[in-house]
Structures are given as structure tokens and as C-alpha cells.
């Protein structure tokens, strides 16, 4: 059976240029979408152990926004960072770097997907210039008390283990065909068999491109030291949460309270769907940018309608 992917056709039509900048050590390798004089950029920070290809099913239902879609350090073809830390501070200030290098400071619109939404509000809170924030799944509250307990007790207990065990035996572990399978089985939630099989295909294609055990045990530690909740109430711009009914990973609830605690914040909540609303839905999830877009200003003049396979 085909792992193609169901996007593809979508994307092709799309312009896509490869390019590299060093921000505070990292060699950072980013992709830019579209047309750079487009109305609309949007600047992306992945989840934890994904890259920029996680994105792309909902760059390719916005053709007429200006993407730039990063490997954020340490992961892909990024090389980590040297001058920080590993810690949500330190790639917060790197997205930060990043986008001052580009010369998109105060132009550029921030969208986090699941690990990359604590990272953008962390940054925002701290006096990124952007006009508004997108959080797709976001992390709402803490990574150790998500809805799904033994999940969660499990994946703590492997990486604290991982990281214990001499480098190559962790490595050696971390990067097992049964790890990423258990976790991409257990995020999925489409019943749809060749969804399911291409979701699987791209964690197994794109899971593993992290720099080292020490590194991505240490970014496991600061996915879950911090969370969305911790930065809420600094979070001044227009922000859109995209989150998930079934996500296992934060409970509903939290992005209610979340947004109580935010001075200008909209919530979407998607039925059905769980942690990867960018792989399962992602046509609903291009809607609800657009929608905010529109609503907010930031396009003046009507859009077309997101496409759909």
C-alpha cells in the first residue's frame, strides 16, 4: 500500500527555496514557501523530535502566504545550538535571533505546533515583535500531567532512562522502529488505514533526525519543564489557539484556562481529532488561520478558500 503523501500535490504547486543562517550557534536550515511579497508571513516552530515537514500539509492548503518553515536546532538539517542552553529560554531566544536575522521582527506572524508553542509564547512573553500568534496543539499545561497517564508515565520513564544509560545503548533505544511506532500509534486518531499508514511513514522518515541522545533527551526535559500556561498572561498580542478534543497530551480544559488568562485570545477546538491536527485535519486547521487572518485584519483583501485534496 502507498505512503504518498495525500498533500503532495498541493505542495508542488507551491515555490519552495532551501536556505541556512547561523543564530547562536546553530547552523540553521530553513525553507521558505511561497511568495515572499505575499500580504502574510508566517514564521514556524516545530514540535519536539519533528522538522519542517511536519508543517507542510497545512503550508499547501495557504498557497498565498509566505511560509518560512525552519529545522529548529538540533533537529533535521539544524545543527544545535553552541551560545544557549537547550532549554525552552534558550530556543526561545533563538526564534527570536532567527527571525531578527531575516529582517521579519515586527512583520512576521509566529505559529508553534505542540513543543514549538511553549517555545513561541516564551518568546512573545519576553518581547518578541510579532503581530499575532498562532498555537497549533498547543501545550496548555504541564507535559508530565497529560490526559493520558500510563502514556505519559511511560514516555517519562523512557527518556529519563535513555538518557542514563551510556550514550550509544540510549541512542540505540531512542531511535528503535517499536519507539516511534508506539508513539505515532498512539497520537493518530483518524480511522482512515492509508492516513494512518502515511502518518506512520513520516514519523518513521522524520523522528529520528536529532542531533545526539544528550541533546534531544535534553530538549525532552524542556518540553516538559514549561508549558503555554507559564507565559499566558504576558501574551499582549492576538493570539489563535488551534487545539484538539482527543489530544492526549493536554487536556481541554487547560486551553479554556489558558485563554482566561490571556488578554486577547481565541480558541478553536476540533472534534474528533487529537495531537495531530497538522497531518489528520490539517485543511481545518488552515480554515481557522485563515479565519483569524481575516477577522484580525491581517489580510485586507479576501483569500481564497483553503484547498482540499
Known amino acids: 500500500m502507498t505512503t504518498h503523501s495525500p498533500y503532495a500535490a498541493l505542495l508542488d504547486q507551491i515555490p519552495v527555496e532551501r536556505h541556512e543562517v547561523n543564530v547562536l550557534g546553530s547552523t540553521t536550515r530553513y525553507w521558505e ?10 514564521v514556524v516552530a516545530h514540535g519536539y523530535r519533528g522538522e519542517h515537514h511536519g508543517l507542510e500539509p497545512v503550508i499547501a492548503q495557504l498557497p498565498h502566504i509566505h511560509w518560512i518553515g525552519p529545522d529548529m536546532p538540533g533537529f533535521g538539517e539544524s545543527t544545535p545550538l553552541t551560545d544557549v542552553p537547550h532549554s525552552i529560554a534558550g530556543f526561545a531566544q533563538w526564534l ?4 531578527d536575522v ?12 505542540s513543543f ?4 513561541s509564547a516564551q518568546a512573545v512573553a519576553l518581547g518578541l515583535k510579532t503581530p499575532a500568534l498562532i498555537l497549533v496543539n498547543p501545550i496548555s499545561t504541564s507535559g ?22 551510556p550514550s550509544r545503548v540510549g541512542a540505540f533505544l531512542l531511535r528503535r522502529w517499536l519507539v516511534v511506532q508506539f508513539m505515532s500509534s498512539t497520537l493518530a486518531k483518524t480511522k482512515d488505514k492509508n492516513l494512518r499508514r502515511w502518518i506512520h511513514a ?26 503555554v500556561s507559564d507565559f499566558a498572561a504576558d501574551i499582549t498580542v492576538p493570539t489563535l489557539l488551534i487545539a484538539a478534543e482527543l489530544d492526549d497530551i493536554t487536556p481541554v480544559q487547560a486551553h479554556y484556562d489558558v485563554i482566561e488568562t490571556m488578554p486577547d485570545a481565541k ?6 481529532v487529537g495531537h495531530l491536527i497538522h497531518y489528520e485535519v490539517p485543511d481545518l486547521a488552515a480554515k481557522a488561520i485563515e479565519d483569524f487572518l481575516v477577522d484580525r485584519g491581517f489580510a485586507h483583501r479576501p ?3 483553503p484547498r482540499t485534496t
Request: hydrophobic share 45%; proline share 2%.
Open 33 to 42: 514557501y511561497g511568495d515572499p511579497n505575499a500580504e502574510v508571513t508566517i
Open 202 to 227: 513520516e514519523h518513521h522518515n522524520y523522528f529520528n533526525r536529532f542531533a545526539s541522545r544528550d541533546f534531544v533527551v535534553e530538549a525532552f526535559e524542556a518540553s516538559v519543564s514549561k508549558n
Open 116 to 119: 514549538g508553542t511553549i517555545i
Open 303 to 305: 483569500i481564497e478558500e
Open 96 to 99: 527570536t535571533e532567527f527571525i
Open 144 to 165: 508530565l500531567e497529560g490526559p493520558s497517564k500510563l502514556a505519559t508515565i511511560i514516555t517519562v520513564a523512557f527518556y529519563r532512562t535513555a538518557g542514563r544509560l
Open 102 to 113: 531575516l529582517g521579519l521582527t515586527g512583520k512576521a506572524i509566529t505559529l508553534g505546533h
Open 267 to 272: 480558541l478553536d477546538l476540533l472534534l474528533g
